[in-house]
């Protein structure tokens, strides 16, 4: 149990357009979900938090206008990465926070979208 | 505010060698403490965690304890394998709170 999946896992696009990465709890219904970013060698950088229905909570300097983050049912939530540029190029990872087998609730995490803005 | 501080790597050890990395924090209240692990080019991977002041983790053979009395919550495995190359980071959640914050990441490097 337990699973979250990211999709796509590799995403390559020209400056300007726009990127939706997609994270689904695919065994478990999530309320809440998190967006990081991690830059290579780095630790993971909370962008926002997510709650199912209502508006994502973004982490100081994350510009929302630019990372549009929709958590539309207990099971999905998207970031939109608008008008992306090289800047913006990085790994994205995704997790859901949920109750499973009787544990205490826990964070569990996507296996990362690579972002390659061109 | 809250803070993890992780050994720097990487950390290279033989096949079979003992590991321990070190892992301390900052907090208000009693935080749940976590590690994870991240293979190359893969998402974050809840290794193990503790709960309250004296737990013990543990998971493929990994363990950590939760120590109030030194806010630590190190890493070790007696014998490790090639396969346990990753990237390990050490996490807290404050209690109230949903968000984790991380360390920074320990690269473990395994030679056979």
């Known amino acids: 149990g337990a699973v979250v999946s990211q999709h796509p896992s590799w995403v390559i696009c020209k400056s300007g357009t726009s990127v939706k990465i997609e994270c689904r709890s695919l065994?478990?219904?999530?309320?809440?979900m998190f967006w990081y970013r991690q830059f290579p060698k780095q630790s993971l950088m909370l962008m926002a938090t997510?709650?199912?229905?209502?508006?994502?909570?973004?982490e100081q300097g994350v510009e929302k206008d630019k990372f549009l983050i929709n958590h539309a049912s207990l099971t999905l939530s998207t970031l939109t990465v608008t008008s992306a540029h090289p800047e913006d190029s990085s790994f994205y990872i995704c997790?859901?926070?949920?109750?499973?087998?009787?544990?205490?609730?826990?964070?569990?995490f996507g296996p990362g979208t690579r972002l390659l803005v061109l | 505010g809250d803070s993890v501080t992780q050994m720097e790597g990487p950390v290279t050890l033989s096949e079979e060698a003992f590991l321990t990395i070190n892992c301390t924090y900052t907090a208000t209240g009693y935080p749940s403490l976590f590690w994870y692990v991240q293979y190359p080019g893969e998402g974050l991977q809840l290794l193990l965690k503790a709960t309250k002041a004296d737990d013990k983790g543990s998971n493929k053979g990994f363990e950590a304890t939760y120590r109030k009395e030194t806010t630590s919550f190190h890493l070790e495995k007696g014998s490790v394998q090639v396969s346990d190359s990753a990237v390990y980071f050490c996490?807290?959640?404050?209690?109230?709170?949903?968000?984790?914050?991380f360390g920074k990441g320990t690269m473990l490097l395994v030679s056979p």
């Open positions: 996490a807290l959640e404050n209690s109230g709170y949903s968000t984790l914050t």
């Open positions: 065994d478990f219904q999530a309320t809440t």
């Open positions: 997790s859901a926070s949920g109750i499973v087998s009787g544990s205490t609730e826990t964070q569990y």
């Open positions: 997510s709650n199912e229905g209502s508006k994502a909570t973004y």
